[in-house]
């Protein structure tokens, strides 16, 4: 179970050991409440909240993959994963980047995700899981963009305007 809120106190327990956090959190239905009050242990996480990505970021960034794929004679999807490999951000849990270990005969392409190979011993090649973009927050999103506009220029591709593509950065609330 994942919710919004805020951590609104903090204190010390008796033996000044502990710390006692509170958090207030959007509505949580009485059966969830009941069933984390049966649990004797919670793996906790608070992290900084991000805005998802929009679907008009998204819908630009496909656009600007298009042109490329048709310049370069790729289908759009392999431009995406091309744009992800060099540009894109990895899945990190509390231990780290999120990496994947297998033996060099393995075909990774036959593994769900997307995967970055970052070192190889001869027996076994390790990889970094990279996020979809449909997982990207704001910030990850616009420095996506960033990147595919770069590339895009280069190809001589006319992108939308700097002060145009400053308002729908605006929009998205991460400018």
């Given at each position: 179970?994942?919710?919004?809120?805020?951590?609104?106190?903090?204190?010390?327990?008796?033996?000044?050991?502990?710390?006692?956090?509170?958090?207030?959190?959007d509505?949580?239905?009485?059966?969830?409440?009941?069933?984390l009050?049966?649990?004797?242990?919670?793996?906790?996480?608070?992290?900084?909240?991000?805005k998802?990505?929009?679907?008009?970021?998204?819908a630009?960034?496909?656009?600007?993959?298009?042109?490329?794929?048709?310049?370069?004679?790729?289908?759009?999807?392999?431009?995406?994963?091309?744009?992800?490999?060099?540009?894109g951000?990895?899945?990190?849990?509390?231990?780290?980047?999120?990496?994947g270990?297998?033996?060099?005969?393995?075909?990774?392409?036959?593994?769900e995700?997307?995967?970055?190979?970052?070192?190889?011993?001869?027996?076994?090649?390790?990889?970094?899981?990279?996020?979809?973009?449909?997982?990207?927050?704001?910030?990850?999103?616009?420095?996506?963009?960033?990147?595919?506009?770069?590339?895009?220029?280069?190809?001589?591709?006319?992108?939308?305007?700097?002060?145009?593509?400053?308002?729908?950065?605006?929009?998205?609330?991460?400018?």
């Open positions: 179970m994942e919710w919004m809120g805020k951590l609104t106190g903090a204190n010390r327990s008796l033996d000044g050991k502990r710390l006692l956090l509170t958090f207030e959190v509505a949580i239905a009485e059966n969830q409440l009941e069933e009050k049966k649990q004797e242990k919670l793996c906790l996480r608070a992290v900084k909240f991000r998802k990505r929009s679907l008009d970021a998204n630009y960034a496909w656009v600007l993959m298009s042109k490329i794929a048709e310049i370069t004679q790729s289908s759009k999807e392999e431009i995406y994963e091309e744009m992800l490999q060099r540009y951000s990895y899945y990190q849990d509390e231990n780290g980047y999120i990496v270990t297998f033996p060099i005969h393995v075909d990774i392409s036959k593994i995700g997307h995967w970055k190979r970052y070192k190889e011993n001869g027996k076994f090649v390790s990889y970094l899981m990279l996020k979809g973009s449909s997982h990207y927050d704001t910030s990850e999103m616009s420095q996506f963009i960033d990147h595919i506009l770069e590339e895009a220029k280069e190809l001589g591709i006319e992108t939308m305007p700097p002060e145009e593509l400053r308002r729908m950065k605006q929009a998205w609330n991460i400018e």
